[in-house]
């Protein structure tokens, strides 16, 4: 049997290893908002209604596989339940105005279209969902499944379709807004090169 399976460690803790001192760290239960690591803002399309999200990854290349986290008080998350399809549209920090007003406002109570200043919805090709027109990278996706949480459920879904525009994904040019946690934001502003 592998090694690893049969032990907590694949290596032993290196020697001189000790506890952190204490005041070196200040520790909190339950504070996920505080050093909070930078995520990039989306916005997700459930149906006709954009939603801002940041807790959201890739879990699996074949097929392609990816993760939403959303709140189980967002209109959006009954939309999903009742079975809508949704895109995730990667957009510039130049539109960030808008991906905020996707995110104050609620989609069972407003046409949040109506209220972008520069945003456009175009019909997705794959899916029953609206895109983003202004995306630098847009993914269709058919619900998967849902795990519930106590507060968020996390939305699984099959990429059907990417959508990019070229020349927008240049390492070097991309400017995606980052989630700092509560209000802050922040975009990327540099590109370190591992060679």
Request: glycine share 6%; charged share 25%; aromatic share 10%.
């Amino acid at each position: 049997m592998d090694r690893i399976a049969n032990n907590h460690h694949a290596l032993p803790p290196p020697d001189g290893v000790s506890p952190a001192p204490q005041g070196l760290f200040k520790s909190l239960q339950g504070a996920y908002f505080l050093g909070y690591v930078p995520r990039a803002v989306a916005l997700l399309c459930a149906g006709e209604n954009p939603l801002t999200v940041a807790w959201h990854m890739p879990v699996n290349k074949k097929p392609f596989i990816y993760a939403v986290a959303i709140a189980k008080d967002n209109y959006s998350h009954k939309l999903i339940q009742e079975g809508s399809d949704f895109t995730l549209n990667f957009i510039s920090v130049e539109y960030l105005e808008d991906m905020l007003i996707a995110g104050k406002h609620r989609g069972g109570e407003v046409n949040k279209w109506q209220l972008f200043k520069k945003l456009k919805p175009l019909k997705a090709l794959t899916v029953e969902a609206l895109m983003v027109e202004q995306a630098m990278l847009i993914y269709e996706c058919k619900k998967e499944r849902i795990l519930d949480f106590p507060d968020h459920s996390l939305l699984i879904g099959r990429v059907e379709l990417l959508h990019y525009r070229k020349g927008k994904l240049k390492v070097q040019k991309v400017r995606y807004p980052l989630h700092m946690g509560k209000r802050y934001f922040s975009e990327n502003s540099r590109v370190y090169i591992y060679k």
